[in-house]
């Protein structure tokens, strides 16, 4: 058959190669790391295998494409408006930006702007964990207006993560309170516990909550923290190395769930 095209793609950090007819319909892809070819019609075997020869390294299995989790049906069925998952770190805050994005000269800076850059800081160190088995979704929106700042999901379990710019400042956590450099305590991680307990309400599974500082020259935590991890940005990646929580399929039906907005509008 003339005119197939192969339109390479990536997808969780995976390669894909679609085989397309000339009207743009896809019949086929190829998974470079499974070594396989799906086929979306057998009529179409030959001419597939013609067109991705001159891609395909070593053997690879030829069939019909796997049958669809549970989960993978719901995001199937999911409506774009309502998917969480294309929100990039600190997506309510580049739309509040992009609404109002303040006078052009300001005497100090603009604190969204700060909140903006730790969040982006921390989504950019968790994305890089897509692939591992983990996903994580930004700003996730809860009832009253207050949000997730993200939300991981994987083996080691679910985690909500709240990310706290503090460059080059010392960082004291006493008792709920977090102070940086000379002001005064603020009681964060009351918040970032009730975002938790949020989560595990809306989600039926045990969220567990994450702050991270962000750029902070040194951490002092002079008090137990109450089930709060505390991080700094750099350490951060080791959330990858947790497991033994979820397994493979509880965590896609999870972040299924999450990635839903209408489920948190039960919160």
């Not at 045990?206 to 008090?223: D, F, I, K, T």
């Not at 951060?236 to 493979?248: D, E, N, Q, S």
């Not at 965590?251 to 919160?267: F, P, Q």
Request: aromatic share 4%.
């Amino acid at each position: 058959m003339d005119g197939l095209r192969v339109i390479p793609t990536w997808r969780h950090g995976r390669e894909r190669l679609y085989v397309c007819l000339p009207d743009g319909r896809n019949i086929a892809w190829y998974d470079r790391e499974a070594a396989r070819v799906n086929l979306l019609g057998a009529d179409y075997e030959e001419d597939v295998l013609e067109a991705l020869g001159p891609f395909v390294t070593g053997p690879v299995s030829v069939g019909p494409p796997p049958v669809p989790t549970p989960a993978e049906l719901v995001r199937l069925c999911l409506h774009p408006d309502d998917d969480l998952a294309p929100n990039r770190p600190g997506e309510a805050l580049l739309i509040a930006l992009d609404r109002d994005p303040g006078p052009a000269r300001r005497f100090r800076p603009d604190p969204r702007r700060r909140a903006l850059t730790a969040e982006r800081t921390v989504g950019e160190a968790l994305d890089r964990m897509d692939g591992a088995g983990w996903h994580v979704l930004h700003s996730v929106p809860l009832p009253g207006g207050d949000r997730i700042h993200h939300l991981l999901v994987g083996p080691g379990g679910l985690y909500a993560v709240h990310a706290l710019y503090a460059h080059k400042q010392r960082v004291t956590v006493v008792g709920p309170g977090v102070a940086l450099g000379r002001h005064e305590p603020q009681p964060l991680l009351r918040r970032v516990r009730a975002d938790a307990d949020r989560a595990s309400h809306v989600l039926t599974a045990e969220v567990r909550p994450v702050l991270v500082l962000v750029g902070a020259s040194q951490v002092s935590v002079s008090a137990p923290t109450r089930g709060v991890r505390v991080l700094t940005d750099a350490e951060v990646a080791g959330l990858a190395g947790l497991g033994g929580v979820l397994k493979p399929a509880d965590a896609e039906a999870l972040y299924a769930l999450a990635r839903d907005r209408n489920t948190w509008t039960r919160g």
